[in-house]
């Protein structure tokens, strides 16, 4: 039986802490505004060049910490083309209805020959821990899942800019060079800006049978201009920033638009998860996106935010449904309408 009041007390004590945060947050921005606003007044370009390093850095938060694997993998690792390494985590296929041992026996009693790979791409600022419920379910229904940690995120070591800095390109291409390494995809789970990460990587010629994006990101330059609103830049500022960060991206701007590449490329089908309630991208995005995809499908919650769709048992199942093929081709709920805790 529990002490009366302790509910009461803990939940004061996490509205505490999380008041605390948000002070510590809008004090560090005030810094930095005034910062910027010195510097804009005397060099618009080092303006450009600090904005451009606050862009690049990822953020940090115990949602992006969460681990929620089972049990390990096999840890590898590769390189990059820019000399990134990136740490690599694959789980062996344990069943599925179409997975056979390596002479046609059923699976169960010998090594097992997968149905296909699942890649799991994590977003700004997170691992591959994130994306762990994914992992047992997919194994089940017979595919080996790799998951892996981009440049200065996680376990992986510093991007091209340096520790704790990094690009939208640079894990793009992290997810290309695993999958050279680690065969076809039959789809990728991507979440957040992983998503357009991943849609970058395919209009750059990545193979991939399905996505299912979570959460997903569709405007990144919508994302760009909501960052310089905040941090209060100029106009030339903005134009400077948006200078530097072609040249560091290696490429227009524009490519890095998930809609553009809709228009411009071919794409696979898409299965979309969005939750009304995420505060970080909001549900219209992800219902757009759906709409606009040429075989695209939208799975709607409520309740589960921006993160917890990630170990919702219901998201993964309906994931995991998608992207096998070994049953009938019928659509997803298209709602699932339901509260996470």
């Not at 000399?83 to 056979?100: D, Y």
């Not at 762990?132 to 998951?147: D, H, K, S």
């Not at 690009?167 to 997810?175: I, K, N, Y």
């Amino acid at each position: 039986m529990g002490v009366p009041g302790s509910k009461k007390s803990t939940t004061v004590r996490a509205d505490r802490r999380r008041a605390a945060r948000r002070r510590k947050a809008a004090l560090r921005l005030a810094v930095v505004r005034a910062r910027l606003a010195v510097l804009q007044a005397v060099s618009p370009r080092r303006a450009a060049r600090l904005a451009l390093d606050l862009w690049c850095t990822p953020p940090d938060g115990a949602g992006r910490r969460r681990d929620d694997r089972t049990a390990p993998g096999t840890l590898t690792t590769v390189t990059t083309a820019a000399g990134s390494r990136v740490v690599v985590e694959t789980w062996a296929a344990t069943g599925g209805e179409g997975a056979t041992s390596p002479d046609g026996d059923p699976a169960g009693t010998r090594a097992l020959t997968e149905v296909g790979v699942v890649y799991l791409a994590h977003g700004w600022g997170g691992w591959r821990g994130q994306l762990g419920a994914f992992v047992e379910p997919l194994r089940a229904a017979g595919y080996r899942v790799v998951a892996f940690d981009a440049p200065s995120h996680g376990d992986s070591g510093p991007g091209s800019l340096g520790r704790r800095r990094s690009t939208m390109p640079e894990l793009a291409d992290a997810l290309a060079t695993v999958v050279r390494s680690h065969g076809e995809p039959a789809a990728v789970v991507s979440h957040s800006l992983g998503t357009a990460t991943t849609v970058l990587a395919v209009r750059d010629g990545l193979p991939a049978g399905r996505l299912v994006l979570v959460a997903a990101i569709a405007d990144v330059l919508g994302e760009l201009d909501g960052f310089a609103d905040v941090l209060r830049l100029s106009r030339r500022t903005r134009e400077l920033l948006r200078g530097l960060l072609s040249d560091v991206a290696g490429r227009p701007l524009a490519e890095l638009d998930v809609r553009e590449t809709l228009r411009t490329h071919p794409v696979p089908p898409a299965l979309v998860v969005h939750d009304r309630a995420d505060k970080e991208v909001p549900y219209p995005v992800g219902a757009a996106l759906a709409a606009a995809w040429p075989e695209g499908e939208l799975l709607t919650t409520d309740g589960l935010g921006h993160h917890r769709l990630l170990r919702d048992p219901e998201v993964v199942r309906a994931v995991v449904d998608y992207v096998t093929p070994l049953r009938p081709d019928t659509p997803v709920e298209p709602d699932l309408a339901r509260r996470g805790a």
